[in-house]
């Protein structure tokens, strides 16, 4: 439990920090705008690049990735149709609420936890780019083509195609996909220097997120009510029905080792990643269902993967 709470350390302390200096008004009022654009322009794709450009592709091609991505696709479908059944967002909105329900926490988060539950990281660095290479590019085009301008399949296609361009994520993955592909091997200042620019980007992003706990506007009642249950609802599907879909597949299914079945479903359990809130930010939409399914997720999960370490650890059942 000691060594569980040490990797959650770094999380709350982070966001702390930036609530303090948010509250404090040290960096001014466009502390939280400017350094969201940063995490997203800069810090991130260079992160995403240095870590796509040196990883093996075919890694993330097992039993154990077809149950984690049943678990994704099927949480991450549900809040994006029931965010809009039941409180009205629209799709950019709906994307959001999409990966704040399925989005785990595979980095910061996942690493630590998996070293100290599994002995080692590797399936959380597969989650990394399951979730990179196939789960941000469906969300990013979800959430272009809810906040474009325009109208019509021309406009639209249009878009999809440039978007590539457009987006630095998606073109920061891109091109380590290509590089990995290739086998080409980066010059070590180049490859240092997006290491260094990289390591920026989670630290940055808690920062940002703790800014933005000071800075949120008072609600009335009826929409705190509202908020308080479509975040109930997002938490809900993140902490506990996406780990439960993937012991189901990755148990009585695909018939899973031991071993295996832990890593899947203690990797589902993870809280949503603070990428859902950087992402809200960076499209202009509302950040209250991000940011706060970020700090209620990662509170819940304390308890939910304590529980998933105990119950299919070598100690459990």
């Not at 998996?114 to 469906?138: C, E, N, R």
């Not at 929409?223 to 809900?236: D, I, N, W």
Request: glycine share 8%.
């Amino acid at each position: 439990m000691h060594a569980l709470l040490s990797a959650f350390a770094p999380i709350w302390m982070l966001t702390a920090i930036g609530y303090v200096v948010g509250r404090s008004g040290l960096l001014g009022e466009q502390a939280e705008a400017v350094l969201g654009r940063f995490v997203f322009h800069v810090a991130m794709p260079a992160a995403l690049f240095t870590m796509v450009s040196g990883a093996e592709l075919s890694t993330f091609a097992n039993s154990s990735m077809v149950a984690f991505g049943a678990g994704t696709a099927l949480v991450c479908g549900l809040g994006f149709a029931l965010a809009r059944r039941f409180f009205d967002r629209k799709t950019a909105d709906q994307a959001i609420s999409s990966m704040a329900s399925g989005y785990v926490n595979s980095a910061n988060l996942g690493i630590p936890v998996a070293v100290q539950v599994l002995g080692d990281a590797s399936f959380a660095a597969q989650i990394i780019l399951f979730q990179v290479l196939l789960v941000s590019p469906v969300i990013l085009t979800l959430l272009d083509t809810g906040t474009g301008t325009g109208s019509g399949k021309g406009v639209m296609f249009r878009r999809m195609v440039t978007m590539p361009v457009r987006n630095p994520i998606i073109m920061a993955s891109m091109l380590g996909v290509a590089v990995s592909a290739l086998g080409v091997r980066l010059p070590h200042a180049v490859e240092y220097s997006c290491d260094v620019l990289g390591a920026a980007a989670v630290p940055t992003a808690l920062i940002t997120l703790g800014l933005s706990l000071h800075s949120r506007p008072d609600p009335d009642a009826t929409s705190v009510a509202a908020g308080r249950a479509e975040v109930g609802l997002t938490v809900f599907l993140k902490t506990l029905v996406q780990p439960l879909v993937a012991l189901l597949v990755g148990g009585p299914l695909l018939h899973l080792p031991d071993h295996q079945l832990l890593a899947v479903v203690l990797c589902s359990a993870l809280p949503t990643a603070q990428n859902a809130f950087i992402y809200a930010r960076q499209y202009s939409l509302d950040t209250s269902l991000a940011r706060n399914s970020v700090v209620a997720s990662t509170v819940v999960s304390m308890a939910t993967l304590s529980l998933t370490a105990w119950a299919l650890g070598p100690s459990g059942p």
